[in-house]
């Protein structure tokens, strides 16, 4: 019986990992974060929003992105780390803040003086393999390039085998 309840327990704890139950314009920035746990960042954003991210990284390869109104509901949420999202990345023209604006905060940042590099890793989810998003950027904080690929610290599976 303690085993169920303990089971009960942890399934309800996953239950809003994704923010399953909340509504747009109805929840409230405490609510969610009442079912998502405390937020790992907050970003202000346009007409008096605020973005509150929700980071499942590195295991759980997500980002959620809860754009609160001025009104304090919710506008929306959603998972950013998606292979949609790569489409907007753009070498020369981006620069961190968009990068982050759209991504959120990488898992790592790490820098590379002689090389004149601040890389950001996003560990990404994908339909086979576990993907991972190098984004690097010059000391002007402008993207420069991007490189979506397997995870390098991943075994390789066997051919017809996926991680999920």
């Known amino acids: 019986m303690r085993y169920l309840i303990v089971f009960s327990l942890l399934l309800a704890g996953c239950a809003g990992f994704d923010g399953r139950g909340l509504v747009p314009g109805v929840s409230t920035a405490t609510e969610v974060e009442a079912l998502m746990g ?7 954003g ?6 509150l991210w929700f980071s499942r990284q590195p295991y759980g390869r997500e980002n959620y992105a809860a754009r609160i109104g001025a009104d304090g509901k919710l506008v929306s949420l959603e998972q950013r780390l998606t ?8 070498r020369g023209k981006m620069t961190d803040e968009s990068v ?7 898992y790592k940042v790490n820098q590379f003086p002689r090389m004149q590099r601040e890389i950001w ?5 994908a339909a086979e393999e576990w993907k991972v998003l190098f984004v690097q950027f010059s000391p002007d904080h402008v993207l ?3 490189y ?7 075994p390789r599976l066997p ?5 999920r």
Do not use: K
Not at 121 to 125: K, R, S
Not at 148 to 154: R, W
């Open 38 to 44: 405390p937020a790992a960042e907050r970003r202000a």
């Open 46 to 51: 346009r007409d008096g929003e605020s973005v």
């Open 83 to 90: 292979v949609e999202n790569l489409a907007y990345l753009e």
């Open 100 to 106: 982050h604006d759209l991504f959120g905060p990488p």
């Open 121 to 125: 890793t996003y560990w990404m989810p």
């Open 144 to 146: 420069r390039e991007y």
């Open 148 to 154: 979506y690929m397997d995870d390098p610290e991943l």
């Open 159 to 163: 051919a017809g085998r996926s991680r």
